[in-house]
């Protein structure tokens, strides 16, 4: 690759860890590119599966200031995107990995705090926001003076999550509460996966 491809995927990789609200770094050894294919569907728009380079991929992430990744990056490494919400993306990983055990989470980042492929694994066991929304929504339909007192206290998606990775599960009070958090960011522009030669065909390795 040359100079200026490599500074232009360095940046474009530097842009996604930045506008992401996590990223969850796998291992995709032995898979197809038609099993590739089919966990990026699996994972939806808010999720963009990117095959990365790992020499590249250890620039941009020092440069957004994600350095919990060095020691993950060796072998064939693909990085999961998020922009929405983290538990349905760790859902969706956590459920392909079940069925394609080639596919191996190595460990991730959510809104800056390092998480480990056990501590992914115990956010795929949380509730997902629209749980957490039908909740609330039932909550207001039976107790609205219950719902206003929701409302006064919002707490934050990111204190939900890491709050219930401490807990492993969350009291029964307090997903609901976190249901008001705001939206997760918009979808941004992702970075182009490579092209796909066969949906038999091995995917290739990177280094």
């Known amino acids: ?102 596919l191996v989470i190595k460990g991730g980042v959510l809104e800056g705090k390092a998480l480990g492929s056990d501590e992914i694994s115990k956010l795929a066991d949380l509730e997902s926001r629209e749980v957490l929304l039908a909740k609330l929504a039932g909550a207001m339909k039976a107790a609205p003076q219950q719902a206003v007192s929701l409302f006064a206290a919002p707490l934050s998606q990111a204190a939900r999550l890491f709050a219930a990775l401490q807990d492993k599960l969350p009291a029964e009070a307090a997903p609901v509460q976190d249901a008001v958090a705001d939206e997760a960011p918009a979808v941004q522009d992702t970075v182009e996966a490579p092209a796909e030669a066969s949906t038999e065909e091995a995917a290739p390795a990177d280094s």
């Open 1 to 102: 690759m040359a100079r200026p491809d490599k500074a232009a995927a360095v940046a474009e990789l530097t842009d996604e860890f930045r506008s992401s609200n996590g990223a969850v770094l796998t291992e995709y050894r032995g898979l197809t590119v038609a099993q590739l294919r089919q966990l990026r569907t699996a994972l939806g728009d808010d999720v963009n599966y990117a095959v990365v380079k790992n020499t590249l991929t250890k620039i941009a992430a020092k440069d957004a200031g994600v350095d919990s990744f060095d020691s993950l990056l060796e072998g064939p490494s693909a990085i999961a995107f998020i922009k929405g919400d983290p538990v349905t993306a760790a859902k969706g990983l956590r459920d392909f990995a079940k069925a394609n055990p080639l």
